[in-house]
């Protein structure tokens, strides 16, 4: 009868999930943990454990939160005419610390991926439409004009962004795209600050 993995194992297997994580990479972590830092690896634990049971989406604009409603869309000093759609909320934070944006946003919580069986039914496509054809109450009229494509100029971001502007043709709502500033290929969690405001003021 085949034992259970022991508790090392299952450590190490766990570190393995996070983006980038071999199995020696997990190891050296899980060792480093248990031989010197046991207290963090607590830490770790509990924060891990509270940020799983407390954080949610933002029922507006996908986002992480721990309120039904995250404190950007609240904000009343942002520009509500402008929606940037980001694709993760890592995204919408690197936008956020450029410093040069101060509309709403909305996360697809992911991209276009057809190798890997991602349509435009897997991601927030559908509900990004309805986000946006919500009127206001007071002008009985769209509250977005400008919806900003702020994939990530990858072929798949590429394919995300094509996806959005084809969905509002024709709507009246204005569909720009970040400007050419953002290296091709990259991915925008991990752009410098100065392209992305760049990117941001360049939008065609």
Same mark, same amino acid.
């Given at each position: 009868?085949?034992?259970?993995?022991?508790?090392?194992?299952?450590?190490?297997?766990?570190?393995?999930?996070?983006?980038?994580?071999?199995?020696?990479?997990?190891?050296?972590?899980?060792?480093?943990?248990?031989?010197?830092?046991?207290?963090?690896?607590?830490?770790?634990?509990?924060?891990?454990?509270?940020?799983?049971?407390?954080?949610?989406?933002?029922?507006?604009?996908? *986002?992480?939160?721990? +309120? %039904?409603?995250? $404190? =950007?869309?609240?904000?009343? @000093?942002?520009?509500?005419?402008?929606?940037? !759609?980001?694709?993760?909320?890592?995204?919408?934070?690197?936008?956020?610390?450029?410093?040069?944006?101060?509309?709403?946003?909305?996360?697809?919580?992911?991209?276009?991926?057809?190798?890997?069986?991602?349509?435009?039914?897997?991601?927030?496509?559908?509900?990004?439409?309805?986000?946006?054809?919500?009127?206001?109450?007071?002008?009985?009229?769209?509250?977005?004009?400008?919806?900003?494509?702020? *994939?990530?100029?990858? +072929? %798949?971001?590429? $394919? =995300?962004?094509?996806?959005? @502007?084809?969905?509002?043709?024709?709507?009246? !709502?204005?569909?720009?795209?970040?400007?050419?500033?953002?290296?091709?290929?990259?991915?925008?969690?991990?752009?410098?600050?100065?392209?992305?405001?760049?990117?941001?003021?360049?939008?065609?």
């Amino acid at each position: 009868m085949a034992s259970s993995p022991d508790a090392l194992t299952l450590l190490i297997d766990a570190l393995r999930r996070l983006p980038g994580v071999g199995v020696k990479s997990a190891q050296r972590m899980a060792f480093h943990l248990l031989q010197h830092d046991r207290d963090g690896a607590l830490g770790l634990a509990q924060a891990l454990g509270d940020a799983v049971r407390s954080v949610r989406h933002c029922a507006r604009c996908h *986002t992480f939160t721990e +309120a %039904e409603v995250c $404190a =950007t869309c609240l904000d009343p @000093a942002r520009e509500r005419r402008q929606l940037c !759609v980001v694709e993760t909320p890592a995204d919408q934070a690197a936008i956020e610390r450029s410093g040069s944006y101060r509309g709403l946003y909305f996360v697809l919580m992911g991209r276009l991926s057809p190798l890997d069986g991602i349509g435009v039914g897997d991601i927030g496509l559908p509900q990004l439409i309805a986000r946006v054809d919500r009127v206001d109450e007071a002008s009985e009229r769209r509250e977005v004009e400008e919806i900003i494509a702020a *994939t990530s100029f990858t +072929a %798949e971001g590429e $394919a =995300t962004a094509y996806a959005i @502007a084809k969905a509002f043709e024709g709507s009246g !709502v204005k569909v720009t795209r970040l400007a050419r500033g953002v290296p091709v290929g990259s991915e925008l969690e991990y752009v410098d600050l100065g392209t992305i405001a760049h990117a941001l003021s360049d939008r065609r």
